[in-house]
């Protein structure tokens, strides 16, 4: 079992920024490619950011790329999702995800966090 605990959401103006954070545990961490989705107010939950487990590579979804970056600290057991240049179309609850296989992670990862609200006001 992987459990994953998320933090670092709140409400944010328009263009700032925030930074979010995945600690896990339960397994090597180093063994698993991780992941951020999102799902806003109905909306199915989508696919956001994933690394690998080296972090030497990185997905994202077309709504976010260049203004979002995942970042990992295996030191640390964490991943990070940092935020910048946000939108109201980016509220949303946030959840981290795990999976061995970085394939399986983007449309059905093994493990999920409880998730974090991240509210954009205009």
């Known amino acids: 079992q992987v459990q994953l605990v998320e933090s670092g959401g709140g409400l944010v103006q328009a263009g700032g920024s925030l930074r979010l954070s995945c600690a896990a545990s339960?397994?090597?961490?180093?063994?698993?490619?991780m992941g951020w989705f999102r799902q806003a107010p109905g909306k199915e939950r989508e696919f956001v950011a994933a690394?690998?487990?080296?972090?030497?590579?990185?997905y994202y979804a077309d709504s976010v790329k260049g203004r979002f970056t995942i970042s990992r600290d295996n030191a640390k057991n964490t991943v990070y999702l940092q935020m910048n240049s946000l939108k109201p179309e980016d509220t949303a609850v946030y959840y981290c995800?795990?999976?061995?296989?970085?394939?399986?992670?983007?449309?059905?990862?093994?493990?999920w966090g409880q998730g974090t609200q991240v509210t954009v006001s205009s």
């Open positions: 995800a795990a999976d061995r296989n970085a394939d399986v992670l983007v449309s059905a990862p093994g493990y």
């Open positions: 339960g397994r090597t961490f180093s063994n698993y490619a």
């Open positions: 690394i690998s487990w080296s972090g030497g590579s990185r």
